[in-house]
Nanobody
Framework: QVQLVESGGGLVQAGGSLRLSCAAS????????MGWFRQAPGKEREFVAA????????YYSNSVKGRFTISRDNAKITVYLQMNSLKPEDTAVYYC???????????????WGQGTQVTVSS
């Protein structure tokens, strides 16, 4: 069973930065892409960013493009989300996810982490 463990969340002032990490519990599992999603109180979960494991191509939602950067460490089976210029509207629980099959990167994920809280104060 694949487990994804997020870390790095916390409280930060607007304009600040945080770096989230997501480590997989097993080294070998089918992963065509890994991504980050977030869910704010009273809102649906939304796509934030993703990286294709085969070629390293990255994808971002319009709301975070230019501020967030997703990256990976192949050896550690870890994906990161560097978040800069944070805004209060970025406040949410952030979830890491892994998708087993090749396809779109904004949905269809098979494995999910437990989430980490990010709070941005104004």
């Amino acid at each position: 069973q694949v487990q994804l463990v997020e870390s790095g969340g916390g409280l930060v002032q607007a304009g600040g930065s945080l770096r989230l990490s997501c480590a997989a519990s097993v080294r070998t599992f089918s992963r065509a892409a890994m991504g980050w999603f977030r869910q704010a109180p009273g809102k649906e979960r939304e796509f934030v960013a993703a990286i294709r494991w085969t070629d390293g191509n990255t994808y971002y939602s319009n709301s975070v493009k230019g501020r967030f950067t997703i990256s990976r460490d192949n050896a550690k089976i870890t994906v990161y989300l560097q978040m800069n210029s944070l805004k209060p509207e970025d406040t949410a629980v952030y979830y890491c996810a892994a998708r087993a099959l090749v396809g779109g990167v904004t949905s269809g994920y098979d494995y999910w982490g437990q989430g980490t809280q990010v709070t941005v104060s104004s």
